[in-house]
């Protein structure tokens, strides 16, 4: 993988925006003062990264997402197309309230689908997946499957993205061979490594 920074010529880029090798930034992006990207991310079409948004290594933006300031990504961190963040619980256009900016955390290797909506204030755990247009609007435990709106847990996924099944409660990848156990009294679950 090529170690330069790419950044498409319709691009915009402020003064003091961290970018780490590798990455790539694609049309009509603006990237503002004081973000940090690391390596190897790719930025899509369209994307707005406000002041203070953190992404870690091996971050994809896909097209049309607003980052706003608040927002947390560790490294392999995937967002859907079209995928919403909020940063305010209560906005008013009259009334001004920056003071107020919620943090929303996505740890590592969490995936957020097309169209899902993250309400500010919410962590969302490693490895999780959100499902295509869900809402979340609480806490997402690791490797949790939630969809729907509001968003509830379906079930559970691997590291490596594939839905898990559960015989009492231990679970096998069938893809990678990780294995898994329910913990805290079914509310997560934990690799066995």
């Not at 970018?19 to 003062?33: A, N």
């Not at 679970?171 to 990780?178: D, M, Q």
Request: net charge positive; aromatic share 8%; charged share 20%.
């Amino acid at each position: 993988m090529s170690e330069s920074i790419f950044v498409h010529e319709s691009s915009y880029i402020d003064k003091n925006v961290q970018i780490g090798r590798g990455t790539r930034v694609w049309h009509f992006c603006h990237l503002m003062s004081g973000s940090r990207i690391g390596s190897h991310c790719n930025i899509g079409q369209n994307v707005f990264i406000a002041p203070g948004v953190v992404l870690g290594n091996n971050v994809k933006v896909q097209n049309n997402v607003s980052i706003y300031s608040g927002v947390i990504c560790e490294d392999d961190v995937f967002l859907g197309p079209s995928m919403v963040f909020t940063n305010v619980i209560n906005p008013r256009a009259f009334i001004e309230r920056k003071d107020e900016f919620k943090q929303t955390l996505l740890k590592k290797g969490a995936t957020v689908g097309a169209n899902a909506t993250i309400i500010c204030g919410n962590t969302i755990g490693q490895y999780a997946m959100i499902g295509a247009g869900a809402v979340v609007s609480k806490d997402v435990p690791d490797y949790a499957l939630v969809y729907g709106s509001p968003a509830q847990i379906r079930g559970w996924v691997c590291q490596c993205g594939i839905r898990l099944e559960f015989k009492k409660d231990e679970a096998r990848c069938s893809e990678c061979g990780l294995s898994y156990h329910i913990i805290n009294e079914g509310k997560q679950i934990e690799c066995k490594k």
